[in-house]
Structures are given as C-alpha cells and as structure tokens.
C-alpha cells in the first residue's frame, strides 16, 4: 500500500492550500484516512481524519478552517487549508487506518508534504 501526498507549498497568512492524497494497492479500503502535521523537533499531531461514512474529526487548532474530504471510489483524501497562519506550517502526512474505540490506529503513512505559510 501507498500513499502518495501533493498540494504544499509556500503561501501567505491568509491564503489557501489544498491537500491531496491518493492510496495506492490491491484491495486496499482503508476505514479511516487523514492528515497529521509535524513540526521539526515536534511530535506529530493529528490534522483532521475522515471516516469511510464520512464522519470527521479536527485538531482544535484548525477547526473552523480547515476542511477534509475523501472519494472512496478513488482511494482519495483531500484537505482544504483556508485562512492559514504562520503555525500551521509544517510537513503534512496522509494516513491510512483504523477506527477503533477512543482511538485510532494509523497502519499507513504516506509521504509528507511542505507548507510554509509566511507573516
């Protein structure tokens, strides 16, 4: 399985950014697929996850303002980044896996995806 991240890039206080990633692998129908960022020397936290009936959950940080969707006829999952600040930028991971009771369990991770968002 793979997970193949585009969208980042540089962008200013304010603008916009939309994230995509496309998974890749035979039969592969992943029940929860999402976003998580990580900043240099920082753990990696959670953006916002989706779940194959579309249930979301955000970070509080980005709730508000940010927007995820998926296609589950392409394996998809996108993240609208609207109204970004300097703090959101990092390296931003797909993330393909689990629901499970109080948590979740992510099995696969794509590559990252830069955002800088300049003041």
């Known amino acids: 399985v793979q997970l193949q991240a585009s969208g980042g890039g540089l962008v200013q206080t304010g603008g916009s950014l939309r994230l995509s990633c496309s998974a890749s692998?035979?039969?592969?129908?992943?029940?929860?697929m999402g976003w998580y960022r990580q900043e240099a020397g920082k753990q990696r936290d959670m953006v916002a996850v989706?779940?194959?009936?579309?249930?979301?959950h955000y970070g509080d940080s980005v709730a508000g303002r940010f927007t995820i969707s998926r296609d589950n006829a392409k394996n998809s999952v996108y993240l609208q980044m609207d109204r970004l600040k300097p703090e959101d930028s990092a390296v931003y991971y797909c993330?393909?896996?689990?629901?499970?009771?109080?948590?979740?369990?992510?099995?696969?991770w794509g590559n990252g995806t830069l955002v800088t968002v300049s003041s």
């Open positions: 993330a393909a896996g689990r629901l499970q009771p109080g948590s979740i369990d992510i099995e696969y």
């Open positions: 692998g035979s039969v592969f129908r992943p029940n929860l």
């Open positions: 989706i779940t194959r009936n579309h249930n979301t």
